[in-house]
T-cell receptor
């Protein structure tokens, strides 16, 4: 089974530019999550999709971040316009069920390292 | 809301046993997970405690006490390859995992 894949692996952009990150979850996983890790800090939750619907987007920092999940398959996370504090590693994860209800672990991608200069 | 506290760093030698603690404050808490992340890699699932007590998986064990809002990950017979970051994560039923800040484990020979 193919794992969670993320593209690009690295992105360096200037402040004010736009970047779009893509995540392809494991096939058949209805749950898709976006997380971000800033150096030395926690893996911070951004949002959670169930199929194509946003189940929880309470972690999205502001309206410069827009996530979509077309047809309940792959997902994109757009940052527009990017700010310096947006730098970090953006992880996508997917799961078949929910961790608490079905003991369904999260499968993470390798992340996209975003640097905003 | 949820918050989870872990030590930032732990050091140990090969063959030793190390325990990484995790305390949490949360409402409606459901279970505790542990993930491992090597530098530059994806976090990978290690264990999940839905019930109080000890779960053992090979050299790794995880413990949960809901009454104490506390859990730990126990790593035995440490190997160099165990050097990594370890994250505890809590969940509320029906929601995504909330992660702690992670503990960097350094294993030396």
């Amino acid at each position: 089974e193919a794992g969670v894949t993320q593209f690009p692996s690295h992105s360096v952009i200037e402040k004010g530019q736009t970047v779009t990150l893509r995540c392809d979850p494991i096939s058949g996983h209805d749950n898709l999550y976006w997380y971000r890790r800033v150096m030395g800090k926690e893996i911070k939750f951004l949002l959670h999709f169930v199929k194509e619907s946003k189940q929880d987007e309470s972690g999205m920092p502001n309206n410069r971040f827009l996530a979509e999940r077309t047809g309940g398959t792959y997902s994109t996370l757009k940052v527009q316009p990017a700010e310096l504090e947006d730098s970090g590693v953006y992880f996508c994860a997917s799961s078949q069920g929910l961790p608490g209800q079905y003991n369904s672990p999260l499968h993470f991608g390798n992340g996209t390292r975003l640097t905003v200069t | 809301g949820q918050s989870l506290e872990q030590p930032s760093e732990v050091t140990a030698v090969e063959g030793a046993i190390v325990q990484i603690n995790c305390t949490y404050q949360t409402s409606g808490f459901y279970g505790l997970s542990w993930y491992q992340q090597h530098d530059g890699g994806a976090p990978t699932f290690l264990s999940y405690n839905a019930l109080d007590g000890l779960e053992e998986t090979g050299r790794f064990s995880s413990f949960l006490s809901r009454s104490d809002s506390y859990g730990y990950l126990l790593l035995q017979e440490l190997q160099m390859k165990d050097s990594a970051s370890y994250f505890c994560a809590g969940d509320q039923a029906g929601t995504a995992l909330i992660f702690g800040k992670g503990t960097t484990l350094s294993v030396s020979s």
